[in-house]
């Protein structure tokens, strides 16, 4: 049995229960399960009265709402619709003659290192200065700035004075390709970007800005007027006259007081590109207030945050978990947090450790594939175990972005939660804008591998293809049939994909489609997420459209005739990418074969980005297809696993392909 197939089945045996002890729930925001029943009861029997309580009392609005939630576009679903405030005053301004202005609001380790600090009154006048050169460049409320930036203090900063002028950000993860890029800046239209010259990462200086001249070379991105860089290092690089401005140039002579431009609550606040079931990936529009109420409401229910606290999230800005959990949550909830510009294996595989220790965080927030991959240095490696470093300051541990395995949920139990801190699975996507089914660490109790219960409001459920509920321990689809306050607005440029991806007419236009599945446990009830049910999938956190990879395949015009891309289950990565390819030639072998898989490696990564390319290559005279001419899927997921195959295969033209495709590099 492959390790995978274990780990799927202990999570069906799975029965430990760790229920909070008192060290949690004292003290806790939501403390014991009463507590969260009578939240849920409260948005049950008054749902709109439940969050205009809550919108009230956790946004600072200039012009207060008077409607709660309009559902008459229904997807189209309208929250605090009439209210006016600002993202970044509510970040910002509001700490402002409060305790919180002189905390401090960013702890910055920098890839080498080098601590430095930012105040919350430090933070709000860098974030005014950068937004008046926003203003100086001609950026307006509405325009769209794309962001392609390092972890560091100023992609925060880039990200904050976007908001407080009301401009729109599209954030995109610097290990995303020239071409991702240019296809991101087309799509969104946008006026500026804003990156570095160069990022630092484990050691090494890797080009941003040279990335983005490349993206706008490729044509179409006539929309640019402005490019601004941040010098990160002191290494030289290419200016464009006219249209690069450096961070020091586009400052120089600004004031460091900007007032916040008061907008609509549904103004959007950014744009996220993520990927989806087809080639092109899909601009995520998140409106202002229900986002940032989402942000700050589930730093102070999941991560139960305290003024003393310093939270740490290990995502990086370019995903919506940075966003959520870097860029707005802790900075709307007054916290210090720790903001890392490395990797976690630099220089060594304890740095994570490490720097708990040094920066005393008390709540720590990471992805199951971190956690799998230090475990794997850990077990290879005595000097950089965890054991060595000091870390009872941890109080409460978070996971995000896959299923995290039990395995890996009992050793970051055991060896960085000291068996104390309650561990919070949270279930959610760059769709929901934050957590939507988590444990509350002062009241679950928790089952390793289960995200368990809704958080109050989300009316979470398992349906079938009709929509209809499924009892507990029946497997089906993952739907939230109410909106919520921080769901996706729309698609950017596309709202009829919007309503096709999400809201299936064949289960009433109305509910949610999350397009994951789950199973509800027998006992409890609690949710377990059984992966993807679309073509997307899952790669060290990162999502990835199978078709997206496919068309980047094919694109190799030259050489590739036809590729069909599936997931199977990698024990550090959660899935890996694996390839079927048929060459315009002969069908390759042995070096032959291992060089151009190598060469289709790097296409892929300069079409999308070095995480999109293929763990595995095969190549085949061609794919398994039926009479009808449509792919194997499932035929090629066995094969990519290495299973044997009990489908039926008397249909296929040529069974011998199979042969082949089975054959590895
Ligand atoms: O499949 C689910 C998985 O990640 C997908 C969302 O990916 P993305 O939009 O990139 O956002 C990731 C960060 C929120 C989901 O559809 N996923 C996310 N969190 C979990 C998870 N699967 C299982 N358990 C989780 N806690």
């Given amino acids: 049995m492959s390790s995978a197939s274990k780990n799927i089945e202990s999570v069906l045996v799975e029965n430990r229960v760790f229920p909070p002890d008192a060290r949690a729930t004292e003290g806790a925001r939501i403390s014991g399960m009463a507590a969260y029943d009578a939240l849920c009861k409260e948005a049950e029997d008054d749902f709109e009265g439940f969050w205009t309580r809550l919108a009230k009392g956790n946004l600072q609005w200039t012009k207060p709402f008077t409607r709660t939630l309009d559902e008459s576009k229904a997807p189209f679903y309208e929250w605090f619709g009439d209210g006016e405030l600002n993202a970044s005053a509510n970040c910002l301004d509001k700490h402002i003659g409060t305790p919180v202005e002189n905390k401090t609001a960013i702890v910055f380790e920098a890839d080498d290192g080098t601590v430095t600090n930012v105040t919350y009154k430090e933070l709000l006048a860098r974030v005014s200065q950068f937004a008046n050169a926003l203003k100086a460049a001609g950026i307006q409320k509405g325009d769209r700035v794309v962001i392609y930036m390092p972890m560091t203090v100023e992609g925060v900063i880039a990200m904050q004075a976007c908001a407080r002028i009301g401009a729109t950000h599209s954030v995109v993860f610097g290990g995303f390709s020239a071409k991702a890029l240019q296809e991101r800046i087309i799509d969104a239209g946008a006026v500026a970007v804003i990156t570095a010259n160069y990022q630092l990462r484990g050691g090494k200086e890797l080009p941003l800005k040279a990335i983005v001249d490349d993206g706008i070379a490729l044509g179409g991105c006539e929309s640019i007027k402005t490019v601004f860089v941040y010098e990160r290092t002191p290494t030289a690089w290419n200016r464009v006259e006219g249209r690069d401005k450096t961070f020091t140039e ?3 002579g600004q004031g460091t007081e900007c007032a916040p431009v008061p907008v609509n609550a549904e103004h959007p606040l950014f744009i996220l590109y993520t990927s989806g079931s087809t080639g092109k990936p899909k601009g995520v529009q998140h409106a202002t207030g229900g986002y940032l109420l989402w942000a700050k409401l589930t730093m102070d229910w999941t991560f139960d945050i305290k003024p003393e606290d310093v939270f740490w999230c290990t995502a990086d800005i370019g995903w919506i978990t940075g966003h959520t959990y870097v860029a707005y949550g802790p900075l709307a909830a007054g916290a210090t947090q720790v903001v890392f510009e490395g990797i976690p294996t630099f220089p060594h595989a304890g740095r994570f450790w490490q720097m708990i220790e040094k920066h005393k965080v008390s709540v720590f927030y990471t992805a199951p594939t971190a956690i799998r991959s230090l475990i794997k240095a850990a077990e290879g490696d005595e000097k950089v175990h965890p054991k060595n470093w000091d870390l009872t300051s941890l109080r409460i541990l978070g996971s995000v972005g896959e299923p995290i395995n039990p395995e890996a949920w009992m050793w970051y139990h055991r060896n960085i939660g000291g068996e104390r801190c309650p ?5 959610w996507q760059t769709e ?7 444990p509350l660490p002062g009241a679950t109790p928790l089952v390793p591998g289960s ?4 958080l109050p409001g989300i009316m979470a459920a398992i349906v079938d293809e009709t929509g209809k509920d499924l009892p507990n321990g029946a497997g089906g689809m993952l739907v939230i049939k109410r909106p919520w306050p921080s769901m996706i607005r729309t698609i950017w440029n596309d709202p009829e994909r919007f309503k096709k991806s ?9 509910i949610y489609l999350a397009g994951d599945g789950a199973v509800r446990s027998e006992d409890r009830g ?9 073509d997307v999938l ?13 068309s980047a395949l094919v694109s190799k015009t030259d050489l590739v005739a036809e590729a069909a891309v599936v997931g199977r289950p990698d024990d550090v990565t959660g899935e890996a990418v694996c390839a079927f390819v048929v060459l315009k030639r002969a069908r390759p072998t042995g ?7 190598n060469e289709l490696r790097n296409w892929v990564a300069k079409e999308i980005g070095p995480i999109a390319k293929p763990k595995d290559i095969r190549f085949g005279d061609n794919l398994p297809k039926t009479r009808s001419g449509k792919i194997m899927r499932r035929l090629l997921r066995s094969i990519a696993k290495g299973e044997e195959i009990t489908q039926d295969t008397s249909t296929l033209e040529n069974p011998a392909i199979l042969e082949q495709l089975s054959e590895r590099l």
């Fill in 423 to 427: 561990i919070v699975d949270t279930f």
């Fill in 451 to 454: 995200c368990t219960l809704p």
């Fill in 538 to 550: 899952n790669v060290s956190g990162h999502r990835l459209g199978t078709m997206e990879i496919e």
């Fill in 526 to 534: 609690y949710f377990r997420i059984t992966g993807r049910i679309d």
């Fill in 432 to 438: 929901t804008g934050g957590h939507v089914i988590t």
């Fill in 250 to 252: 586009a400052l120089k």
């Fill in 591 to 597: 070096e032959e074969a291992k060089q151009i898989a």
């Fill in 502 to 510: 999400y809201f299936p007419e064949e289960m009433g236009g109305t």
